[in-house]
């Protein structure tokens, strides 16, 4: 069973950054798609893609967010980062942390995933 777990949610000023990282746990960074995706208040059935990167750090990014948001990812510590800069009170929400065996053409936001953590939560406030 993979296990992963977000880190660094906070309340931040539209304009600031802020920096989530997700521990994951066996070799499933290395090996698989990872991504972010995220939840808006409100809108509890919806989850958007927010970033892939593949098991070759490959990466595709939200329209929303590109040129704002960066995923990476360090396989040595088993961790997944989202950079996130300029933030806007739209990108508020619960960000979570997800994987899938499916890696390739499949790892692109707007697909879906098989493992979840618990998300953390993220409020912009303008």
């Known amino acids: 069973q993979v296990q992963l777990v977000e880190s660094g949610g906070g309340s931040v000023q539209a304009g600031g950054s802020l920096r989530l990282s997700c521990t994951v746990s066996?070799?499933?960074?290395?090996?698989?798609?990872m991504g972010w995706f995220r939840q808006a208040p409100g809108k509890e059935l919806q989850r958007e893609g927010v970033?892939?990167?593949?098991?070759?750090?490959?990466?595709t990014y939200a329209d929303s967010v590109k040129g704002r948001f960066t995923i990476s990812k360090n396989d040595a510590k088993a961790t997944l980062y989202l950079q996130m800069n300029s933030l806007k009170p739209e990108d508020s929400g619960i960000y979570y942390c997800?994987?899938?065996?499916?890696?390739?053409?499949?790892?692109?936001?707007?697909?879906?995933?098989?493992?979840w953590g618990i998300g953390t939560l993220v409020t912009v406030s303008s």
């Open positions: 066996g070799n499933t960074v290395s090996r698989y798609c």
């Open positions: 970033a892939t990167i593949d098991s070759d750090y490959t990466t």
């Open positions: 997800a994987a899938t065996t499916s890696t390739g053409s499949w790892c692109r936001v707007g697909n879906g995933m098989d493992y």
